[in-house]
């Protein structure tokens, strides 16, 4: 396999298990123990866990080791809110633009309501994604939604953690809120609906913080 490709493979392996919270906030990564692992030399492990860094999902630290970050709160907030101006403005040109969501959206959100019978709270979320990136390409903006996508690593780990507190069904309630939203026109309601579905809850970030002290950076 070519160099970059094997890079970039083993950066998605790692991407995943840092996202689905298989590797925990706080927890040591040993190089020798990942090449073993996933059977690769040390060159591609190295340049993933740089590129991790980058994206604040990993800490190096010379003479200390490599762990993933801790969840930081503040800094979910702030890319919350850069999502919530840009989803914000692509759905109000789509209602502009008199662009239908109904059709397209309608097999995620039904894919969706399988993830929730059967728990499944990765391809719940990936499916998430995916009802967020189909909004975006029909209003033209792909290139936006990649933008959006490699920002929300960070904030992932938090979704995985708010979806065991207060489970899955409110998500899917909210989507299918913003579609009619879209198809009604009705703008009003659709920035209620986008403000209750970006909104980062205190009390439930306490709680959380207070159940899981040692996955979150401290105030």
């Not at 970039?8 to 990564?29: A, C, Q, R, S």
């Not at 866990?49 to 190096?60: A, R």
């Not at 209750?196 to 970030?205: A, C, K, P, Q």
């Amino acid at each position: 396999m070519a160099p970059r490709k094997l890079r970039t493979n083993v950066l998605e392996l790692f991407h995943d298990k840092i996202e689905y919270m298989e590797w925990l906030p706080g927890e040591v990564l040993h190089e020798a123990r990942l090449c073993e692992e996933f059977s690769v030399s040390r060159t591609p492990i190295r340049e993933a866990l740089i590129i991790l860094q980058g994206e604040k999902l990993v800490n190096i630290l010379p003479q200390s080791g490599t762990f993933v970050s801790k969840i930081d709160i503040e800094y979910i907030k702030q890319l919350t809110y850069f999502r919530h101006i840009m989803e914000k403005e692509i759905l109000l040109e789509m209602i502009d633009k008199n662009i239908s969501a109904f059709k397209e959206t309608e097999k995620v959100l039904a894919m969706q309501e399988i993830d929730l019978r059967l728990h499944d709270v990765k391809s719940f979320m990936k499916n998430d994604d995916d009802f967020h990136e189909q909004l975006f390409q029909l209003a033209g903006h792909h290139e936006l939604w990649e933008i959006i996508e490699k920002s929300s690593r960070q904030r992932n780990r938090f979704r995985w953690l708010k979806a065991e507190l207060i489970g899955l069904s409110p998500t899917i309630m909210q989507h299918r809120e913003i579609v009619d939203c879209i198809e009604k026109k009705d703008k009003e309601h659709l920035l209620q609906c986008l403000t209750v579905h970006h909104d980062i809850n205190l009390e439930e970030t306490e709680t959380l913080q207070k159940m899981h002290p040692e996955y979150f950076t401290k105030i």
